[in-house]
Each structure stands twice: as C-alpha cells, then as structure tokens.
C-alpha cells in the first residue's frame, strides 16, 4: 500500500510510521556519539551503557526488576529480538500460540523457525483473550505464546485480568511466552500498560520485547531489546549473534539517552498520540465513518460496513489509494485464516496536513 500511494501521490495513512522525527534530544545525543565515540562493532549483547538504561526504565517504569549483564539482549530492531527469540526457543515441530489478528511478521519467523502456528481468534470489538479458546488451541507439542499487547492491528491494549488468564495458562502448561510489547509507550485514554513480564510467576517463562523506534517515534532507527531471564537470554543472544551480532553504537548511546529521561516526557509523548487520535476519530465520525476504539499504537479500525459501504476491505483499500487519494490497510491482511473483510486500518500519527488529505480521500470513497 505504501507503493501505491507512492505511485499515485495519495495520502498514506497505511503504514505505521509518523510524518515527524522523534525528540531532537535524543537525535542530537546520538549524532554526538556518532562523532566523538567509537564506531567499531559493540559487545554482540550491546553497550553496558543501553543494557544498563533498559534494565534501569523498566525497573522505574513498571517494577521489572532485571539484570542487564544477563537480562537484557540488545537487538537490531524488535523484529530481529523477536525472530531471535523464536529461532532460539523453537525447536522443529513446536506449535506456539498467535492471537489473530497479528503482526504480520510471525507466522513466517514460526515456520522458518521449524515451528507450527496455533490461531486463537480474537473478536472485535473488545478482543478479548477467554480461557476457553486457549485451552482449544493448546497440545501436548505446544510450547510457546506469542502476544503483542499493545495489539497492532487494532489498538487493544489488553487488561491486568486477561494478562492473568494468559499467565494462569502458561502456568499451567509449562508454556514460555514472547511478550511484543513495543507499543509500551503509545497507550492513551484511561488504559494503562502491565506488561506481562511484571506479573506473577511469569519472571522464568517471559521474553519481554522492547523497540526505541516505538518508543520515541524514530521508526528507522531499529534499535530493540529481548529481556529475558538467563536461560531464555542465552538461547536469545545465540541466535542473535548469527543475525545482525550487533547494532550501530552510536545509536545505543541515543536511546540510552532517552530512555532516562523523565516519566513527565514519556506521559506527554503518549498524551500526544492521544489527542490526534481523539481529533482524527471525531473528524472521522463528522464524515459519517464509524470506527472501533482504540486505546494504544498507531493505528484505528474503520468499520466499512458500519459505515454503509458494501465492498470488501481489499477492494475498498484498492479504491481509495487509486482513485480517491488515500492509502489505508485492509484488516484482513493481518489473519492467517477466517479474517472479516469489513474492517480497515488507520494510522492516524501523521501530520494534519496529511490527515486532512487522507478524510478527504475516505469521504471521497464514501461517495
């Protein structure tokens, strides 16, 4: 989609990147470094310096308490922790769990993985993750969970007592779970982020992911993290070695920056997003769209058929960016299998500008 709002110069509310760069601080400590550091290969796990900050956030920010000399891996982008983290605990034939709709990167990272994905549908509009359809999915050969919460495509940002649900399960079947929480940082509203790590009994069986890129809108710097107890850190860091080995240092030194800043600067960063999502959902209900809430990440659902429009999402998504000027994503593309085809993905952290030419671009394709 972001190819053909390329080609036909349309407004691109499609994929998941801001129109502005992040805090010009956390730039500016970075070129610093880029400049008056080293620029040779850091240590494979990365600089003491990031370990040292992420182990540091996580214990102000949501009572993790972690080592980071055995802790904390340090990644060229969540993807990479996250494939690191499932090329490095899967062994062939292992099933592991995936919430639909999901980030599309998984199910191939799985399989290339040697492993079987495992689909427990979550239903719009609360997503809500129920005991019973864990208890459908699992089997003596599954061994990992695999959970984005905050949930990119759909912006749920999952309860302390659906985290417990998760937690009491893998509990109970010596299960480990990947925890994908990079949209950590981007959650407004009333909601309010756990991560799954923090949670009881779940220290030895969780791999928390993190992303900078999330977390101070610098998309393409690619700078992650995989926090794990030892055992699974080890497993992590083996397969990270032989992916990337490591990630530009003077990039490292940036994030560290940032991630000690203030609570005041990350409250307001979320706000932020907040309130474009607040302006944009109402600028969209004015035109006659109905949307699903959203209470985290980047993004909003429009319901098509809610909204009087009888085509399917393809088809819809297919339109707007060639004939009416705006680039959207179907929801579809986000399941492996029984998908709905009557609800789009929006990205409304763009700027107003590009807003302002992406519901025009919708109003259009209203007719």
């Not at 069986?205 to 995989?226: D, E, P, Q, Y």
């Amino acid at each position: 989609m972001s190819g053909l709002a390329r080609t036909h110069g349309a407004a691109n509310l499609g994929q998941g990147f801001p129109d502005a760069d992040g805090p010009l601080d956390v730039r500016q400590a970075a070129a610093n470094a880029l400049l008056e550091t080293s620029n040779q290969y850091p240590p494979m796990a990365g600089l003491p310096l990031l370990r040292e900050a992420v182990a540091a956030h996580y214990s102000d920010h949501q009572g993790i308490d972690l080592a980071w000399q055995t802790d904390v891996t340090i990644t060229s982008g969540a993807t990479e922790a996250i494939a690191a983290a499932l090329f490095g605990l899967i062994e062939p034939g292992d099933e592991v769990i995936c919430f639909q709709p999901l980030y599309d990167a998984y199910v191939p990272l799985i399989r290339r993985a040697g492993g079987v994905p495992k689909f427990v549908t979550l239903v719009a509009p609360d997503w809500t993750i129920h005991e019973v359809a864990l208890n459908e999915a699992v089997s003596p050969r599954t061994k990992l969970v695999i959970l984005n919460n905050p949930l990119n495509p759909v912006g749920k940002v999952f309860s302390r007592n659906e985290l417990a649900v998760l937690a009491k399960f893998c509990l109970k079947n010596d299960l480990v779970v990947i925890s994908d929480e990079v949209w950590e940082h981007v959650v407004f509203g009333s909601a309010d982020h756990t991560s799954l790590l923090s949670m009881p009994e779940m220290a030895n069986r969780c791999v928390k992911i993190g992303s900078a890129g999330k977390i101070f809108a610098l998309t393409g710097w690619k700078v992650g993290w995989a926090c794990a107890c030892p055992a699974l850190s080890e497993a992590i860091a083996k397969a990270h070695q032989f992916l990337t080995f490591t990630t530009p240092p003077n990039l490292q030194i940036g994030v560290a920056y940032g991630l000690a800043k203030s609570k005041a600067s990350f409250q307001e960063a979320s706000a932020n997003f907040g309130t474009a999502y607040t302006r944009f959902t109402s600028r969209l209900h004015d035109a006659g769209f109905v949307t699903l809430p959203s209470s985290g990440t980047y993004f909003q659902l429009l319901d098509l058929r809610a909204s009087g429009i009888a085509e399917g999402d393809k088809a819809f998504a297919l339109r707007a960016v060639k004939d009416c000027g705006v680039a959207c994503i179907p929801l579809s593309a986000f399941y492996e299998k029984d998908a709905p085809d009557h609800l789009i993905r929006l990205c409304f952290a763009k700027s107003q500008e590009t807003l302002a030419r992406g519901l025009d671009g919708l109003i259009k394709a209203l007719g």
